[in-house]
Structures are given as C-alpha cells and as structure tokens.
C-alpha cells in the first residue's frame, strides 16, 4: 500500500522569501508523484507532476520540485512566494501501472504567507 | 473543465444523496473523493468506461454510475454523520494518472 506524509502541517514566510514544502512517500513500486494546490472552497489544482526522466520537475506559478528516488522524497519549492501562494498543498502518489487506485495525497499543508 | 452539482447540501442520517459530475470533454476515466475537512482527499472509486475497476476503503453504500455522455454519479445510502465532508469528482485520460478536479460538492449530515 501506498501511502504520502507532508511533514509540516502549516507552514509561515514572509512575502518574497523562498520557501520549501516536504513530501516523503512510501511504495513498493514505480511511482507517479504530484503536487496540487487548494484555494479555499474550491477544488484541487495542479501544480506539477513526475512521470519519468529528469529528477527536476518545473511547474505553474514558479513551484518546482525535484524527485529523490533514494530519500523517497518530492519536495516541492518556490524562490520567492506572493500573497497569492496562500493556499493548501497536497503532495499525491499513484502506482506507474495505469492508476485503478486512484491517487493517495497526504494530509496537506498550509503555506501562510506573511507581508 | 470539471463541473459537479449541487454545490452544496444537506441531509439527515439515514437518507440516501446522489452528486454528480459532468467530466472533462474526451476524459474516459472518472474518480471520486472524500476530503473531510483539515484532510487530505481520500480515493473512493474510479470508473472507467461505465464499469468500476478500482475502490477505496470504502463499503458498499458509496456506490457510482457512469454514463456514456461524459456525466457520473455519486450515490451514497443509509448517511452517517461521518460522511460530511467535501466530495471531489476529477476525470482523466491515459495512463499518467494526472487528475482533474472540479470544485466539489460540501456535503453536511445532520
């Protein structure tokens, strides 16, 4: 079974401060990774995606993230994060093999953007 | 995009709610979730080509239906007061898996 942990629950920076957002995930197979974000009351957008090939994933909004195979990570970042940025952010995993199971996120976190 | 009604409702424990989705034009997948709230989404069913091929821990209760017009639905019977929560429809095509949402329906039981 799969399963994702973001280790942060909330997350505070100031306006114009870089910013990363941790996501370790566990499976025992070749692996999709995803990254959404969670304006309130609305539902999810996405934000970047690993399939295969480069480690270095670019996304919307000026997020990347960068797959590490060995620390079963994902971690997503932004140089420099906007008023804007204030949302939910959910890491997912599915299974490379065509998806049956849907995705599993974890539990998400809150990324509090100070002026 | 992904559109779902209604926005939102509200039903007593014991009745029996159906929500539905209306897919991304040419998506031949559709999946649904249960985000109940300060969680993450959590996978109930997918449905691909009208025949369901892969479930959540979900029970039997939560049921689906999709038709041949890109449309779905959610049926949920016999509510419990643990079923209040946000539920989220995404479609998709291929096998990159990549989702997407619509805005959800709230559901509250009282």
């Known amino acids: 079974a799969q399963s994702v942990t973001q280790l942060d629950s909330q997350v505070p920076v100031f306006e114009e401060a870089p910013v990363e957002l941790r996501c370790n995930y566990s499976s025992s197979v070749s692996v999709y990774l995803f990254w959404y974000v969670q304006y309130p009351n609305q539902g999810l957008q996405l934000l970047l995606k690993y399939l295969s090939g480069s480690t270095l994933v670019k996304g919307i909004n000026g997020f990347e993230a960068e797959f590490n195979k060995s620390q079963t990570s994902f971690h997503l970042r932004k140089p420099s994060v906007h008023i804007s940025d204030t949302a939910e952010y959910f890491c997912?995993?599915?299974?490379?093999?065509?998806?049956?199971?849907?995705?599993?996120f974890g539990k998400g976190t809150h990324l509090i953007i100070q002026p | 995009g992904v559109t779902q009604s209604p926005t939102h409702l509200i039903k007593t424990r014991g009745q029996q709610v159906t929500l539905r989705c209306s897919s991304q034009s040419g998506h031949n997948t559709v999946s649904w979730y249960q985000q109940a709230l300060g969680q993450g989404p959590q996978f109930i069913f997918q449905y691909y080509r009208k025949e369901e091929n892969g479930r959540g821990n979900f029970p039997p209760r939560f049921s689906g239906l999709q038709f041949p017009n890109d449309s779905s639905e959610l049926n949920v019977n016999a509510l419990e007061l643990d079923d209040s929560a946000l539920y989220l429809c995404?479609?998709?095509?291929?096998?990159?898996?990549?989702?997407?949402f619509g805005p959800g329906t709230r559901l509250t039981v009282l």
């Open positions: 995404a479609s998709s095509f291929g096998e990159d898996n990549e989702q997407f």
């Open positions: 997912a995993v599915s299974d490379s093999g065509g998806g049956a199971d849907g995705l599993t």
